[in-house]
């Protein structure tokens, strides 16, 4: 499998404090796993075109010039990505936008809320070192999950500089579907 653990975009990410600190969390959230369901784990979607198409059709999303094929969708002036890949699809969030911000969520609430959706951790969380933008390493989180459709899923997310580098959510989508949770062998579809 694939894992992208680089940062895909910089985009601005402003979050008004219009909604208070949980409702801008509980929106952000929901909206990040809400464009991740509809897009990365949808079943009709085959192959990265097919998700390229559907995302050019949606007005909600735009193309960023300057990074191609990421596309963008802004919500309470939260920007969040989906990256349409060969293998699958990553959703991607900068969890803040100045280092004196507090983060949209943090990991356990993240966690909390793919397992209340019916993602199955796979193994251990792990703490890993990564570089980010600026070139200076940061710790993040990789955590393993098998979606409620037994997709396999990568959570990729920092613990440092949460201003700089990009909370991912890869979905291996399109290279094996699905996997089967007792053996956790993968189950090709032709």
């Given at each position: 499998?694939?894992i ?30 809400s ?76 966690n ?39 997709v ?16 991912t ?13 007792e ?8």
């Open positions: 499998m694939k992208i653990t680089i940062p895909l975009m910089a985009a601005l990410v402003l979050l008004t404090a219009c909604g208070g600190d949980k409702e801008a969390k509980t929106s952000s959230l929901e909206t990040f796993l464009i991740h369901d509809k897009y990365c784990e949808a079943p009709e979607y085959k192959s990265s075109i097919d998700l390229v198409n559907a995302l050019h059709k949606d007005p909600q999303f735009k193309t960023i010039k300057s990074h191609e094929g990421i596309f963008e969708h802004v919500a309470s002036n939260v920007s969040f990505a989906i990256t349409p890949e060969e293998e699958g699809c990553t959703t991607d969030l900068k969890l803040k936008n100045k280092p004196a911000e507090r983060s949209y969520f943090d990991f356990d609430e993240f909390l809320a793919l397992q209340e959706k019916g993602y199955r951790p796979r193994g251990e969380k792990r703490i890993i070192q990564e570089i980010g933008m600026n070139n200076k390493e940061l710790r993040v989180i990789e955590q393993k999950y098998l979606s409620p459709n037994n396999e899923s990568v959570l990729v997310f920092p613990i440092e500089q949460q201003d700089q580098y990009y909370m959510f890869f979905a291996e989508t399109f290279n094996y579907r699905r996997v089967n949770f053996t956790g062998s993968k189950i090709f579809e032709i």
